[in-house]
Each structure stands twice: as structure tokens, then as C-alpha cells.
């Protein structure tokens, strides 16, 4: 958002929504994701940390994270007969609005 981030090093004004949304989900998966080859993955309480102390130094953008935040898209997903790979266990704790938009300013 600072007109420092790899490979274009494009400001906020220079990036659409959708992109921005993208950058939101794209840390998220990061963090969280099973199958990351150089370090374990993070619970939901390190990532939501990691990605506020981003949001705070503008690397994301500080609106369309606290709508991440509140939105559900945090919430657990159930495992289904579809995605049997998939597992609440890292993502069981709550995590509310209030304490969210706190760690925001």
C-alpha cells in the first residue's frame, strides 16, 4: 500500500479493490496453509496478529482488513464429505469485532 511491495511497487491508489482483496486473502492462505514447505503453519491468532501489525504499517489496506475481520471470512469452515483434508482444529477460537477493531489504531 506504501508503494514498496514486490514485483511493482505500487501505491494504494494504484491498485483496485479486487487486487487489494487479493493481497488480503493471498497473506491469509499463506499463513495458514497446511502445505507450507518452509515453516509450520500459523493458528488464527498469530496470523490475525501478523496480518493487524501489516495493516497498521499500511502493507494492507486497514478497511478491507477490519471487513475481513468482521465479515466471517476468519470463521470455521466445516469439514464436508467434498474436503476431507479439511480441519477446523487451527481456526476453533473466536475472535471478536471489538477486540479486532481495537488492535486496528
Do not use: V, W
Not at 87 to 105: E, G, Q, V
Request: glycine share 4%.
Amino acid at each position: 500500500m506504501d508503494g514498496t511491495g514486490y514485483p511493482r511497487g505500487l501505491k494504494r491508489d494504484q491498485m483496485s479493490i479486487p487486487a487489494r482483496i487479493m493481497m488480503i486473502a493471498d497473506i491469509f492462505e499463506a499463513l495458514t496453509a497446511r502445505d507450507r514447505p518452509y515453516k509450520a503453519r500459523k493458528n488464527l491468532s498469530e496470523c490475525i496478529d501478523i496480518m493487524a501489525h501489516m495493516s497498521r504499517e499500511h502493507h494492507i489496506d486497514p478497511d478491507l482488513f477490519e471487513l475481513f475481520l468482521t465479515s466471517g471470512c476468519t470463521a470455521p469452515m466445516p469439514t464436508s464429505s467434498c474436503c476431507p483434508s479439511r480441519s477446523t482444529k487451527s481456526t476453533s477460537a473466536a475472535i471478536s469485532p471489538a477486540c479486532t477493531r481495537r488492535k486496528l489504531r
